[in-house]
């Protein structure tokens, strides 16, 4: 079984939201207005998060994109009283939605916040619901949802393989669409296990660090941090 | 309906038989309030949790904080009943069943607080079907049914022998219902017997149950991995401060009950004084856990902790902290400790000051942890809307109409004891003391 994962290199990441954009696409997130999300109501699978450092004129602007880390332990499942989120035998960290309560002790345990809840109906302007991607299920109000790693591109890269009677490639093959959109490169995309793949090689890089990594919840998001390119 | 003036204890069957204006008038106005909370449910089950204050990181807030709130002022009731029955503490005679109703009634509300809270109140019932049991809220499920269960038996045992009083003393459709009740109590010596082993068993059971409540409320917090929630002593910590505001509302009750159904001669200043006291002591007891806390988060200093820890010192939740402060410790401390100002007024306004720092307590473990979370970039407010303030008040005008309906059904001091108090226990109890005493023989064993 590959145990997918995604490195993402912040010296190549220039925070231009690429990401941010194809995931909403991809993954039919309803649109929030300004004073919602300024609220803290929208929702987003994947953030840039930015981080002002120094004082003028000696500043520096970090991003960070920031999704669902697909923890090993992950302290969000623990707790969900109902099993609607749950790790999957892949590793992947899911969420059923037919099945969530919308208690929200999820969200609360997560140390990352990449869990989202539907405060409202999801809301489309009608142009936009003719466009709404077909393989991903419309979530109602009322119940939480997070990154999936695009789980059904997943899906669908393993129906291919099963046709074509061969194994599924462990990198390339499946790509989530932040993964694939990004113009700089900076996200990679893959198995950890397989030792041939881009990820697990730079995962294993003396730059690769994990977020809040001393709660000891094992992420399979691994970020690179910038050195590199300020070095150089 | 005949109402027997010159019997002993009229009184206390007088709110049963007779009803005022007044308590129509009370009963409207309550009855008003919780259908205003009504009105606010239906909008925020139309348009979802969106019309509340909640956001992202701040997914709880009022509802949560009234949920532990309500579920800690259950253990007023039948935990407080408990231990003084077990102790044989003759002065509970005309307060148990007060405090028992409270634990019934008010875990409802505990218990309804989560429903508000749910995305999916449609779904409630799967945590039944599909639950989970390594979830502390599935924890959650099963100590608070088995309490409401056990609290509820705890209840109706004794309540028997004062039905069947009731039974023979009315007549029409309330006969029949009284008479359903009564199971057939007509107060033989063995009646008796099975009665007090009843309710000896129960108090026993009780004990450990509502304990294991709030320990387990404590938990849905410090199983994660927040900072400040994640503490070994939030178990006995929030049991401590359930028993707290508990006692707090049983003194606010009992005044209640005692000036509107005119009980001088029943609720007497001794009754005040005695858990004026056990509030003290348990003001002190607050006090050690949370310095206790508190201390140890400060000395450890470590920085995600201390966010919340200054957040809640001199951040933008120091006044719900040092107004927990005063009325959680200063207030309470200064009535109570000496005997010149425990009395009837000074306990109720400490068990007032006691119940709003209980809140602001509950408050405060609840929201500065979500507002200040470990990623740096995801500092949330938090602003609870119409819609929340409503239910807080819908919850507690119904909280109070049931309550005074309840005294409208069943006397809400138990005669049947208060007979046995009059009747039985004082040879009794002068038997028992001579046991204590050297020298002499055993009394009771």
Redo the contacts between chains.
Sequence with gaps: MPRWGMTIDLDKCTGCQACVVACKQENNIPFSTPE?AE???EISWIKV???AEGEYPDTKLRFMP?LCQHCDHP?ST??????ATYKNPEGLVAQIYP???????C???C???VK??????PKWPEEIKESLNPDVSIR?????EKCTFCHHRLQKAREQAVVEKRELKSEGEYVPACVQSCPAEAMSFGDLDDSKTEVARLSKSTRAFK??ED?GTEPKVIYLKEGEWRAG | MQVRTNEKDAVLFEPILKTGKGFYITALFLLAIALWGFYAYTIQFR????VTG???????GFYITNFVFFIGISHAGTLISAILRLCRAEWRRPITRMAETITVLVLFFGAGN?IL????PD??L??L????I?????WD?ISISTYLTASTIYLYVPLIPDIALLRDRVTGWRKRFYGFLSLGWTGTEKQHRRLEIAISVLAIIVIPIAISVHTVVSW?FA????PMWHSTIFGPYFVVGAIYSGIGALLIIMAIVRKVYRLEDYIKPIHFNYLGMLLFVMTLLWFYFTFAEYLTTFYGGEPTEMAVFWAKINGEYRIFFWGMVLTDLIIPFAILCNRWTRTITGTVIASISVTIGMWLERFTIVVPT?VN??????Q??YVPTWIEWSLLAAFFATFILLYMIFTKLFPIVSIWEIREGRERSIDETVERIKGYLPGERAGVK
């Excluded at chain 1, 099945?99 to 002790?105: L, P, S």
């Excluded at chain 1, 989202?116 to 109906?121: A, K, R, S, T």
Aim: hydrophobic fraction near 40%; proline fraction near 8%; charged fraction near 15%.
């Design positions: 919602e609220y803290g109501r998060m930015t981080i920031m302290p623990k707790v969900c009283p109902t099993g099945r969530c309560i919308g208690c929200r002790y969200a609360n345990a140390p990352y916040q989202y809840f539907n405060w409202y109906e109602p109000k009322g119940v939480v977020a809040l709660l | 348009y979802g949790l969106g909640l956001n992202r990181p701040v997914f709880w989560v809270d749910l995305g999916r779904r409630a799967y945590v079907q599909y639950g989970r390594q979830s502390p809220l599935i499920v849905v199983m994660t991995i927040q979500l979370t470990r990623l740096p970039w995801h949330g407010v």
